[in-house]
């Protein structure tokens, strides 16, 4: 089956910068994507990586390496709206119609404090 | 923008109801998908549908059976509500073969008593 280890919590200040890993095992592998949902809102996407390498955007970067079934996503100049949680996704196995879907992690808490 | 619009932000239903949960999304989407998000088990795929009258069950199915009889409209049903089934359920839609990319509804948080 499919699994993803993330922590379900991290701490940091403002300014500062974190880094949310994410660890896989997948039957299959096609790219792993980040979504950031703030509390009592709905999630949405952030990044996508599907060949090893860093993917930046603005005040966020996303890592993945294929070899070692592992990513992160590096939040930059962190800023107290940057509270949130936020989950890998693998988009992984391929459905019997030859759709795939995602699976997620459990979601990792970022607590930004001033 | 993407709009996701969900029937109800909030429901509360008794045991053994029927439950009818709307999804719409306005973008002309192939792609709908229903999740359950429960505390410490992230997002769960219950079912997703890929064209009008295509379905696939996700990894949780059980309890739960879905509708689309129109491309911009997926249903889900709860046919008898189980306390078990007390959870946030969010809808998702994405463009194409493109999956990884998904853009969510705020979500139906459902209570069964």
């Known amino acids: 089956g499919q699994s993803l280890e993330q922590p379900s919590e991290v701490t940091a200040v403002e300014g500062a910068i974190v880094q949310i890993n994410c660890t896989y095992q997948?039957?299959?592998?096609?790219?792993l994507s980040w979504y950031q949902q703030h509390d009592g809102g709905a999630p949405t996407f952030l990044s996508y990586?599907?060949?090893?390498g860093l993917e930046e955007t603005g005040r966020f970067s996303s890592f993945l390496s294929r070899s070692d079934s592992y990513g992160y996503l590096l939040l930059q100049e962190l800023q107290m709206k940057d509270s949130a949680s936020y989950f890998c996704?693998?988009?992984?196995?391929?459905?019997?119609?030859?759709?795939?879907?995602?699976?997620f992690g459990k979601g990792t808490m970022l607590l930004v404090s001033p | 923008d993407v709009k996701v619009t969900q029937s109800s932000r909030y429901l509360v239903k008794r045991t053994g109801e029927k439950v009818f949960l709307e999804c719409v999304q306005d973008?002309?989407?192939?792609?709908m998908f229903w999740y359950r998000q429960d505390p410490g088990l992230g997002l769960r795929l219950i079912y997703f549908?890929?064209?009008?009258?295509?379905?696939e069950k996700g990894d949780i199915p059980e309890g739960y059976s879905v509708s689309r009889e129109k491309k911009e409209r997926f249903s889900l049903i709860l046919e008898s509500t189980s306390t078990n089934q007390t959870s946030m359920y969010l809808c998702?839609?994405?463009?194409?073969?493109?999956?990884?990319?998904?853009?969510f509804g705020p979500g139906t948080r459902l209570t069964v008593l």
């Open positions: 997948t039957s299959g592998f096609y790219g």
């Open positions: 549908s890929y064209d009008v009258k295509m379905k």
């Open positions: 998702a839609s994405s463009p194409g073969r493109i999956y990884n990319e998904q853009f």
């Open positions: 973008m002309d989407h192939e792609n």
């Open positions: 996704a693998v988009r992984d196995k391929s459905t019997e119609s030859g759709y795939s879907t995602l699976t």
């Open positions: 990586n599907a060949l090893d």
